[in-house]
């Protein structure tokens, strides 16, 4: 990621974040209609958990030219999902739905390099996720 694309990340989010309870709903609608077998994971009020991703990716966008500084945060972050029972596969989709939700809350603001950049993050960001959570299985053997 150059910073280049971490400042297009940057200010694309800020559009999107000004919609955040429209683009938190679409983001849903859109994971459930594409992958309906992940609903029943998610127990609790789709609003409220719209909300924390979306201050989750508020976050990480804050701290892109300095990731390193999240990492433990990344860490348990992912110990959750492996408890919430995210695969490593789930991540494709999330990816796509999030792409889906940028593309369709950035209307003519969406063009290649801003769909590159945030798929460099979310690449970046999913990596990771996967990792910790592969690194916490073996140790849990
Ligand atoms: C990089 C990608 C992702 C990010 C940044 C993210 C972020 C979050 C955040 C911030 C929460 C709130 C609770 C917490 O902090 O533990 C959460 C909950 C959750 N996430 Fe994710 N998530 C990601 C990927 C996924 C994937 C791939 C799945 C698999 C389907 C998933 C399923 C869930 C579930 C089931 C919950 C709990 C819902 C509940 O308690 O009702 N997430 N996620």
Not at 12 to 36: D, H, T
Not at 68 to 73: Q, Y
Not at 121 to 133: E, G
Request: proline share 1%.
């Amino acid at each position: 990621m150059n910073t280049q694309q971490i400042q297009l990340v940057k200010e694309s989010w800020g559009f999107v974040i000004v919609k955040s309870e429209e683009a938190g709903q679409l983001f849903y609608s859109r994971l459930f209609e594409v992958a309906p077998g992940v609903k029943h994971m998610f127990k609790g009020d789709i609003k409220e958990q719209s909300r924390k991703l979306m201050s989750m990716v508020t976050y990480v966008v804050a701290k892109l030219d300095k990731l390193e500084t999240i990492v433990d945060e990344i860490k348990s972050l992912a110990k959750r999902h492996d408890k919430y029972g995210a695969k490593k596969e789930h991540y494709s989709v999330v990816g796509e739905c999030l792409i889906y939700t940028l593309k369709t809350g950035l209307g003519d603001r969406w063009n290649s390099k801003v769909e590159e950049a945030w798929t460099e993050v979310y690449k970046v960001l999913a990596a990771a996720m996967i990792s910790n959570q592969e690194t916490a299985a073996v140790a849990a053997r």
